[in-house]
């Protein structure tokens, strides 16, 4: 038995729909595409048992959003099977956008709370900044100095990289 | 090949860059489920886009039966390159007697 032998639509259309609003179409074949196929070929092989069949769809119910998130941040790199376009992932503003209009949603509902955690917040910040001035820690020298040493391993490290890259 | 900045492999990268090289070509579900845990569904997708951005897999779509239905799957594997870097990082990690997360 197919569990989803009823639904019109195969799964993952819905999903997909919503990405294209969000995103390029280079995104879309190279990141959502592949996903939303192996989830439809997950279902399939899961179709012989229900209980298979739900797990695995509430772990995709899960990803999918989750993978919606990620994108933007994760795929900024340049050309993605296209040189031309300069970013990939084209949502990244949107969900900006979306995260402002959440927030401006939500502050005539909990205006005090907003209020008095933005104010907290900063007092908060401040505090910290001057106990950190007044009481300079031990450990942001050591970091500082940890971070030479750093810059001193890994740029003795370069060389190590170029000639095993070019070795090969 | 000459490249213009010295390659970068972070851990998620390096692990599906070994799982690509032990197991050969897989799709995104495969590698999570090889993983045991450590790629998700959710990261993996993303993560895998942005490895051939950079030319360390390749893709291509699996060619689908006439009758099938949904979506071809994506199979990835790796380039020469990201073989390179592969080989390039465990030398660097063997150098500094690094701990190479599996």
Redesign the interface.
């Given at each position: 038995m197919n569990p989803s032998a009823g639904s019109s639509c195969?799964p993952?259309t819905l999903f997909l729909r919503i990405a294209r609003l969000l995103f390029a179409e280079q995104?879309i074949s190279?990141?959502?595409?592949?996903?939303?196929?192996?989830f439809?070929?997950?279902l399939?092989e899961a179709s012989t048992s229900r209980l298979t069949h739900l797990v695995a769809r509430c772990?995709?119910y899960?990803?999918?959003?989750?993978?919606l998130v990620?994108?933007p941040f994760?795929?900024s790199?340049?050309?993605?099977g296209d040189q031309s376009s300069s970013h990939?992932a084209s949502g990244g503003w949107l969900f900006t956008l979306l995260y402002v209009a959440m927030f401006v949603g939500a502050w005539s509902c909990v205006q005090e709370f907003m209020t008095a955690a933005i104010v907290a917040g900063v007092v908060l910040a401040w505090l910290m900044r001057a106990w950190n001035d007044r009481h300079p820690a031990v450990l942001s020298i050591l970091g500082r100095e940890t971070s030479r040493d750093c810059g001193k391993a890994f740029s003795a490290?370069?060389p190590?990289?170029?000639n095993?890259?070019s070795m090969? | 090949m000459a490249l213009d900045t010295l390659p970068s492999l972070p851990r998620k990268e390096q692990l599906i860059l070994d799982l690509l090289v032990a197991e050969g070509p897989s799709f995104g579900l495969q590698l999570v489920k090889l993983s045991r845990g450590a790629l998700k569904r959710g990261t993996v997708y993303a993560t895998l886009a942005r490895m051939e951005a950079k030319g360390y897999v390749e893709s291509e779509q699996e060619a689908l039966p006439p009758n099938a239905i949904g979506l071809p799957r994506r199979i990835f594997r790796p380039t020469a390159l990201g073989t390179r870097v592969l080989n390039a990082w465990n030398v660097l990690a063997r150098e500094f007697a690094l701990e190479v997360p599996r």
């Open positions: 195969p993952g995104t190279r990141v959502f595409l592949p996903a939303v196929a192996d439809q070929n997950e399939r772990r995709w899960w990803a999918l959003p989750a993978l990620v994108t994760s795929v790199i340049r050309s993605i990939a490290s370069r190590l990289i170029a095993s890259i090969r | -």
